[in-house]
């Protein structure tokens, strides 16, 4: 079964850094623009990083200059260095490709601590 497997998340002090890593077991990383997700309880999922299929990079305003989103298409997997930390940046991170067009994955949960 196609799917994605995020990766990487763990419990940070803020101002640590994480690396996330978004496998996908068919091309699809590869193929797509892609996203860098999020979600905290109650809130709805926010696309907080892209990378389009041209090498484009955008992200929301709160992690600009703190996250890098990046690929290796050899490999099918998707990234997002995280910098910086902020306990705001404390949710459960999910990739998928901008449309949000594959079923979605476990995800990877994100805590900062203070």
């Known amino acids: 079964q196609v799917r994605l497997t995020e990766s990487g998340g763990g419990l940070v002090q803020a101002g640590g850094s994480l690396r996330l890593s978004c496998a996908h077991s068919?091309?699809?990383?590869?193929?797509?623009?892609m996203g860098w997700y999020r979600q905290v309880p109650g809130k709805q999922r926010e696309l907080v990083a892209v990378?389009?299929?041209?090498?484009?990079?955008h992200y929301v305003d709160s992690v600009k200059g703190r996250f890098t989103i990046s690929r290796d298409n050899a490999k099918s997997t998707l990234y997002l260095q995280m910098n910086s930390l902020k306990l705001d940046d404390a949710a459960r991170y999910y990739c998928?490709?901008?449309?949000?067009?594959?079923?979605w994955g476990q995800g990877t949960q994100v805590t900062v601590s203070s």
């Open positions: 998928n490709t901008l449309g949000r067009t594959l079923s």
């Open positions: 990378v389009t299929r041209s090498g484009s990079k």
């Open positions: 068919g091309s699809a990383v590869n193929t797509n623009s």
